[in-house]
T-cell receptor
Framework: AQTVTQSQPEMSVQEAETVTLSCTYD???????LFWYKQPPSRQMILVIR??????QNATENRFSVNFQKAAKSFSLKISDSQLGDTAMYFC?????????????FGKGTKLSVKP | DGGITQSPKYLFRKEGQNVTLSCEQN?????MYWYRQDPGQGLRLIYY???????QKGDIAEGYSVSREKKESFPLTVTSAQKNPTAFYLC???????????FGPGTRLTVL
């Protein structure tokens, strides 16, 4: 079975500092895709960053970057220069193959609070 | 503007009643999805559809039904068989496969 685990239910960080959110997963597939989604208080889900498992280079999007460790099945999200607008729930997700049709499986989320 | 709309934003239902949640997209996406979100549970997949007139059960399909008669629309019916329907429901769409899923604003369903 494919699973996604986020072991930090809540985290906080001071504005302008750096924070890392953890995610581990389990899959028997060799090629797959991983995602981080953000859900601010408005509850609108927004894609933050995406990583293809066959790429060794870690994905980056402005202040957001990942540390993808395929052998360890780890996919952490680093947020640099944290801003108040980064306050949100963050969900790690794994693309799950299902026959000819696949879908996403999500972790339970990490609630991040950025403090002024 | 292209996007996904869900209606209504808040919905109240009496026990024993069926209720239908609307999801419409104008992104020309082939695939559409329904998720349920409960506190501390993350998102769980209810149903998904990769193409018109076809859909698949997700992890928690019991007590729910869907239809996909048009590419733009993927309504979700919460039936009286769903034992604990109070939750936040999110609809999403994508070009299919492992492409990014775009989410609607959600519907909060409360059973009175």
């Amino acid at each position: 079975a494919q699973t996604v685990t986020q072991s930090q239910p809540e985290m906080s960080v001071q504005e302008a500092e750096t924070v890392t959110l953890s995610c581990t997963y389990d899959t028997s597939e060799n090629n797959y895709y991983l995602f981080w989604y953000k859900q601010p208080p408005s509850r609108q889900m927004i894609l933050v960053i995406r990583q293809e498992a066959y790429k060794q280079q870690n994905a980056t999007e402005n202040r957001f970057s990942v540390n993808f460790q395929k052998a360890a099945k780890s996919f952490s999200l680093k947020i640099s220069d944290s801003q108040l607008g980064d306050t949100a729930m963050y969900f790690c997700a794994l693309w799950r193959y299902g026959g000819s049709q696949g879908n996403l499986i999500f972790g339970k989320g990490t609630k991040l609070s950025v403090k002024p | 503007d292209g996007g996904i709309t869900q209606s209504p934003k808040y919905l109240f239902r009496k026990e024993g009643q069926n209720v239908t949640l609307s999801c419409e997209q104008n992104l020309n996406h082939d695939a559409m999805y329904w998720y349920r979100q409960d506190p501390g549970q993350g998102l769980r997949l209810i149903y998904y559809s990769q193409i018109v007139n076809d859909f698949q059960k997700g992890d928690i399909a019991e007590g729910y039904s869907v239809s996909r008669e048009k590419k733009e629309s993927f309504p979700l019916t919460v039936t009286s068989a769903q034992k604990n329907p109070t939750a936040f429901y999110l609809c999403a769409s994508s070009h299919g496969g492992y492409n990014e899923q775009f989410f609607g604003p959600g519907t909060r369903l409360t059973v009175l």
